[in-house]
């Protein structure tokens, strides 16, 4: 592939044949996009022959950094080898065997069985899919509810649109489906009465959850939805003691517990995965993203044995369990998951996280954290965001609509660094590739200091 382009004529071909995801449909077709051509590490360079330190990394999916050639050597050899072949009817491939038995290997005992397929929402809406098979076997075809919540991000397929919990994905959708229910968001920091603990406060959130579970029949809910951090939601740290008391609610009621490992596994809190990190026992996990680095579309959706037993045993009334894609499995996406598995841990680079993801956060409070204007910088490791505020002493956000937080990163973007608005508006969220290097978290930290300096400066 060449490496200079006619940006112009790409431009105008891109307005007139794409739409975009999640874009403003107009805004792309009369100002143009902006076309990604190279990759090193921690950078992206456009066709413009702009280059800049991606603190996203990408949709926070870019786990071992761009242009690893072992990616690509991978996938070159899974394709020369085979290319394709489906695995419905108990058809397999050498590649998802050995990748499946890598990937148990890393799960908690109780979790043995895997499900591919290509996206992080196709694992949550077949999760879903799944909790109803399962309960319909156990003969409560009525346990079909999910409950997710306020603010979360799960993916934008008709299912996982719904359990996704901003405004933005339902409006003109008809969504979110009936089976849906979105419960508190656990954010300690805005919705914390003044005078109660986090612990109070996560013990509250348990109790609004089993209240809604009651409101709405134990016996119509199948299972409970949550990412260990939440990611686009607002990079949503649990306060202390949220998840043994959510957990302890959904035992008692035989409601699953479904964890959203999209954007937290592989990595990018500084261990393997997020339900490690915040003691949870998840009956199923998703996992998207981060296990091939975005280098492939793929996912993994994982069972707890006692749902797989249920499956095994269903076989001899339902026969075949009929849902699968043509991509489930795929050779050179599994073989492209096992070079970034060698890379992660080969190179150390979830010690990495944890380390320099640290430092990274050290210096960021140095740099902003007594900021009139910040209210709070939160996050783990390789995920943060910054919570901006009109008046942090009365805790009063900014106005949406002079959008605050996309201009700070148009102005940290124009020093050489991407940060990302979160949808909710109003906080700046980082997620960069875990081969970060020191030098480079510097780089991120004097970026934002300058952008954001420059924005408070000019507000009226
Ligand atoms: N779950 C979480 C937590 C996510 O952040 C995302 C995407 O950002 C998804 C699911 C959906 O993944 P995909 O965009 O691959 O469908």
């Known amino acids: 592939m060449p490496t ?9 071909a891109n307005s ?15 100002k143009g996009p902006r076309i990604i051509a190279t990759g090193k590490g921690c950078f992206i360079t456009d066709t413009d022959g702009k280059r800049q330190l991606d603190g996203v990394g990408g949709l926070w999916c870019m786990n071992i950094g761009y242009g690893r050639p072992e990616i690509g050597d991978a996938m070159k050899k899974a394709s020369d080898q085979l290319g394709y072949f489906h695995t419905f009817g108990g058809h397999s491939n050498p590649a998802q065997i050995e990748l499946a038995e890598r990937l148990v290997a890393k799960m908690p005992d109780h979790i043995n069985k895997v499900f591919f397929g290509s996206s992080g929402s196709d694992a949550n809406d077949s999760l879903m899919k799944i909790v109803w098979y399962y309960n ?8 079909r509810k999910i409950i997710s919540r306020k603010q979360a991000y799960h993916g934008t397929t008709i299912a996982s649109a719904s359990l996704t919990g901003l405004a933005s994905f339902h409006r003109n959708f008809g969504l979110p489906l009936t089976e849906v229910k979105h419960t508190s968001l656990p954010h300690y920091y805005r919705e914390g009465k003044p005078g109660e603990s986090e612990q109070d406060f996560s013990n509250r959130l348990a109790r ?4 809604m579970i009651i409101a709405e029949g134990p016996e119509t ?3 409970f ?4 951090i939440m990611g686009a939601g607002g990079v949503i740290t649990p306060p202390e003691g949220y998840f043994p008391a959510v957990q302890k609610v959904l035992k008692k009621h035989d409601i699953l517990f479904i964890c959203d490992e999209v954007v937290c596994g592989f990595g990018r809190l500084g261990d393997w995965f997020g339900h490690r990190v915040y003691d949870i026992r998840p009956d199923m996990i998703a996992t998207a993203k981060g296990i091939t680095s975005g280098y492939f579309p793929l996912s993994a959706a994982f069972i707890s044995d006692d749902i797989w037993n249920v499956l095994r045993d269903g076989s001899a009334t339902l026969g075949a369990f009929a849902h699968g894609f043509t991509y489930s499995g795929h050779p050179v996406g599994c073989a492209a998951a096992m070079a970034n598995l060698d890379i992660l841990e080969n190179e150390n680079l979830i010690g990495n996280a944890a380390e320099v993801g640290a430092y990274l956060h050290k210096s960021l409070a140095e740099a902003l954290g007594d900021h009139a204007h910040v209210g709070e910088i939160r996050g783990h490791a390789m995920i943060g965001a910054i919570q901006l505020m009109a008046d942090r002493d009365t805790k009063t956000g900014f106005d949406l609509k002079h959008k605050i937080a996309a201009r ?6 124009e020093l050489g660094v991407i940060y ?7 906080s700046i969220a980082f997620s960069p590739p875990l081969c970060l290097t020191r030098g480079e978290a510097d780089q991120m930290v004097d970026a934002l200091h300058k952008g954001f300096h420059q924005v408070m400066g000019n507000l009226s």
Not at 420 to 426: E, G, K, S, Y
């Open 4 to 12: 200079s382009y006619d940006s112009d004529r790409l431009k105008k």
């Open 16 to 30: 007139a044949n794409i739409l975009h995801p999640a874009s403003v449909v107009a805004d792309v077709a009369t």
């Open 136 to 143: 319909g076997l156990r003969g409560k075809p009525e346990k």
């Open 208 to 211: 609004e959850l089993e209240d």
């Open 221 to 223: 809910v199948g299972a």
């Open 225 to 228: 939805i949550a990412e260990p």
């Open 408 to 413: 700070c990163v148009a102005a940290i973007g």
């Open 420 to 426: 990302r608005p979160l949808p909710t508006a109003d």
